[in-house]
């Protein structure tokens, strides 16, 4: 079985100032990562994704996330943030034959002025 | 090109009724999912197609549950004799094949609120 953790429900953050989503996950097997943004009213959409290869995999939109296997992390970083970047995000898990997306509850990030 | 889109965005049923919740997957692409976000449990997995193979049915919650995927194509989430505890948020995505390092690309979803 796969689980997935979102440390933080909600993280406010003033505009230009960095921000770090935390993901922690739980697998027994080979694991593939992702991160989702969700505007509001709207669907998820992809930032990035660890499938194999180098640890630290960047995205869209200034983002940026870390693989580590000893810690069994997956933080989400962007090192100066805009107001458009507020939205849900969430931290998600496949692999092996496990093919669905197990996901986390989700982080609120509200950027303010 | 065109991405998933799902009708209709919005729903409003009385508890009892029967609703139906379509999916039109991006062209060519073979897998197809329907998972489901409320407030209290989050995004969940209900149900997974992939070409002509069996589904995977075991998220749905209940056998008011049903789906079918006609043609590889088109999907319709069919809720029976629906409970107010069905209302959320049902979003389907696409995926160019079935596997688990694939890309899942999301709809907008359908708002079902029952009363």
């Known amino acids: 079985a796969q689980s997935v953790t979102q440390l933080d429900s909600q993280v406010p953050v003033f505009e230009e100032a960095p921000v770090e989503l935390r993901c922690n996950y739980s697998?027994?097997?080979?694991?593939?990562l992702f991160w989702y943004v969700q505007y509001p009213n709207q669907g998820l959409q992809l930032l990035l994704k660890?499938?194999?290869?180098?640890?630290l995999v960047k995205g869209i939109n200034g983002f940026e996330a870390e693989f580590n296997k000893s810690q069994t992390s997956f933080h989400l970083r962007k090192p100066s943030v805009h107001i458009s970047d507020t939205a849900e995000y969430f931290c998600?898990?496949?692999?092996?034959?496990?093919?669905?997306?197990?996901f986390g509850k989700g982080t609120l990030l509200t950027v303010n002025p | 090109g065109a991405g998933v889109s799902q009708s209709p965005s919005n729903k409003v049923t009385e508890k009892g009724k029967d609703v139906e919740l379509r999916c039109d997957p991006i062209?060519?692409?073979?897998?197809l999912y329907w998972y489901r976000q409320s407030l209290g449990q989050g995004l969940e997995f209900l149900i997974y197609?992939?070409?002509?193979?069996?589904?995977?049915k075991s998220g749905l919650p209940s056998d008011r549950f049903s789906a079918e995927r006609t043609g590889g194509s088109v999907s319709t989430l069919t809720i029976q004799r629906t409970q107010q505890e069905d209302s959320a948020v049902y979003l389907c995505?696409?995926?160019?094949?079935?596997?688990?390092?694939?890309?899942?690309?999301f709809g907008p979803g359908t708002r079902l609120t029952v009363t």
């Open positions: 197609f992939q070409g002509n193979s069996a589904p995977d």
């Open positions: 062209s060519g692409h073979t897998a």
């Open positions: 660890y499938l194999s290869g180098s640890t």
């Open positions: 995505a696409s995926s160019r094949r079935g596997g688990s390092s694939y890309e899942q690309y």
């Open positions: 998600a898990v496949s692999g092996g034959s496990n093919y669905k997306l197990t």
């Open positions: 697998s027994s097997v080979s694991v593939y």
